[in-house]
């Protein structure tokens, strides 16, 4: 069974913090945190079935009514609570990156009828999935096809419904990216054994 917990006054601290420093154009938005817990084996927080650290949603008009925030952003409370401070602030920020004030055509920020602050979703820069099978060439889905080289994996996985924009000059940005993110872990790991 799922619990919840409204933040406590330290984390809703981090969260000012983090607004202020990296995202000062939500100083205006009003936050409800909650922290989830569950008490059976599965995680406390699923997003289109796969298990997220935190998710956030923007509050629609009769809920801000009712009395409720702006935006709302859940958090794995047990993950939240053991991490170490830098991190619950990269989650934090993760979700606040998500948001970002309505603009109008003078670029205006937009307020609702409550003058409360308009916001939009943010995607991300970069969604990755990747099924070994279709990339492997062995899956249902390669439909017999000679299996692919690493470049046309994530086309064929583009293929599923995955990044259906993604062209093959994404992918080589992807990829260096990701090599990049590797070294940089390796790198590390490295210095924690040092
Ligand atoms: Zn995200």
Redesign the pocket.
Known sequence: MKTYEKADGKTLELLAAVVKARHPDLEAVRFDVLKVFTDSDGPALTLGGYTALACVRILPLKQRTAGRGDAEILVDGEVFDAATEARRKAILD??LT?LAPKRDKQDRPMLDALKRPRLVMRL?DWHFGWFNSVASGQGSVASGQTPARPAECGVRNAECGIAPRWGRRDLARMAAMVAVYAVDQAAKRIEQRL
Do not use: G, P
Request: no cysteine; glycine share 0%.
């Open positions: 993760h979700e998500h991300h």
